[in-house]
């Protein structure tokens, strides 16, 4: 039997969950893998800090580093979050010739690009699975099942803390303050909950699978994130109105050019489409390869046991490689592709919705902003009868570059009649 030795930094919800299970599945993992997991060192910030749930107090230690000086330690399992700690365990790690599995989304998308050129170098492997989507094995399947596969495009609901807000906006007719604070009270939302609702959670899971499908690593300022603060519940209705459901959508496409492109923005979807159908905190992930068609993912993005069913899966992978080496060492990268096509020049349709003077000519010099940038109105939407005298206008336009439609909606805000900040979001036909 194969004892591998494990050092674990970081005893948050997922920590604790991966120790837990790893207890509790260690015959499982006995007569599928033939491989026992001896989990050596526990690093952690706080020693005296009051756990739900506790190993011996042998195995803590307040210094990831011992992680790294242990030599009978294997396999590094980094779940600390943040950032500067994080990224210099992991270099120490690889430099050490220890196996890393990580669950960091924020810093493979940030130092994805050093991080894996060091392991190329040293040729240690490192597992990401946990990084995205929690518990649905994507990595894995765009790694090795879809190995033969061009990637065409790929859509994704990636936050499960935006798509519940999103979901009882829809279903309860809540605005975003009320559902926001029901996901809090449920404990699907962070006290902070800023990088769930701004876009850039799911924005750094995004980065991850367009690098992996497209083989080099995208930066940060070269994927155009929006969240969903400013959508209302009269956004919602429109929407529904006119056949769509809105999500908090990644967007990655390679035009006939080979640039790629992505995004993450709130989107109307077609209440048709399979992704509008993804409800409460769930994740969903569809893939288009050149080969096999589309592939959807379902499954739970987050939370204790999905994510860590997704390191334990890690783990396995790591056991296998210490085994029998690989020359795969998480990340491949190629030059089939290399250019970036830049946001302002994606192409899009667009839901522009406005608060305008209840009056006669408004719309015309909505209209004519929009034309002076060859913009085309698709069609409109002016509820009649408010009181205060400001309506909403809801206006869908026809493709157009971001750019164009970015600088045409800074225009129509600077218009007398126009009395708050518009609420511009994509609108995506799958087409």
């Not at 039997?1 to 499982?28: E, N, P």
């Not at 669950?103 to 894996?116: D, Q, S, T, V, Y």
């Not at 992996?212 to 519940?233: H, K, P, T």
């Not at 992704?275 to 379902?298: P, Q, R, T, W």
């Amino acid at each position: 039997m194969q004892k591998v030795s494990i050092g674990l930094a970081g005893f948050g919800t997922v920590g604790a969950g991966v120790y837990k299970h790893i207890l509790r599945s260690r015959d499982l993992f006995a007569e599928r893998l033939g491989v026992r997991f001896d989990l050596r060192k526990i690093a952690v910030r706080d020693m005296h800090r009051t756990r739900s749930f506790d190993p011996p107090k042998e195995l803590f230690t307040a210094h990831w580093e011992d992680l790294i000086a242990d030599p009978e330690i294997q396999v590094v399992v980094e779940l600390m979050g943040g950032m500067d700690e994080p990224y210099r365990l992991v270099r120490q790690a690889i430099e050490a010739g220890k196996t890393v599995v990580t669950g960091n989304k924020a810093l493979l998308a940030r130092h994805g690009k050093e991080i894996f050129s060091l392991a190329h170098e040293k040729q240690v492997p490192i597992f990401y699975e946990a990084a995205v989507a929690g518990g649905i094995p994507i990595i894995k399947a765009m790694r090795e099942s879809f190995v033969a596969n061009r990637f065409e495009r790929i859509d994704a609901i990636l936050n499960g803390t935006s798509n519940y807000i999103l979901t009882r906006m829809t279903e309860c007719g809540m605005d975003f303050a009320q559902a926001l604070k029901e996901a809090q009270e449920k404990g699907y939302a962070e006290a902070d909950p800023s990088l769930d609702v701004n876009g850039w959670d799911a924005a750094h899971k995004a980065i991850i699978l367009a690098s992996l499908a497209y083989g080099f690593w995208i930066r940060s300022d070269q994927v155009r994130v929006a969240g969903i603060e400013n959508i209302n519940a009269s956004d919602i209705r429109f929407a529904d109105t006119l056949g769509y459901q809105i999500k908090l959508l990644a967007s990655i496409r390679v035009d006939s050019h080979a640039s790629v492109g992505a995004r993450v923005v709130p989107t109307l979807i077609p209440k048709n489409h399979v992704l509008a159908s993804v409800n409460g905190v769930f994740n969903a992930i569809s893939l288009h390869g050149d080969m096999v068609g589309e592939a959807l993912f379902y499954g739970q993005g987050a939370g204790q046991d999905p994510t860590s069913s997704a390191v334990l899966a890690d783990l396995a992978e790591a056991a296998l490689a210490l085994q029998s080496p690989r020359r795969c060492y998480g990340f491949t990268s190629h030059d089939l592709y290399g250019n970036v096509q830049s946001p302002d020049d994606s192409v899009g349709e667009y839901y522009l919705r406005l608060a305008v003077e209840d009056r006669t000519g408004v719309l015309s010099q909505v209209a004519g902003v929009l034309a002076k940038s060859q913009i085309g109105i698709s069609s409109v939407i002016q509820p009649e009868g408010h009181a205060s005298g400001i309506v909403p206008l809801v206006i869908m336009v026809h493709h157009a570059p971001f750019g164009c439609m970015r600088h045409a909606v800074e225009e129509i805000q600077k218009l007398a009649c126009v009395k708050s900040s518009p609420c511009l979001l994509n609108v995506e036909s799958f087409t």
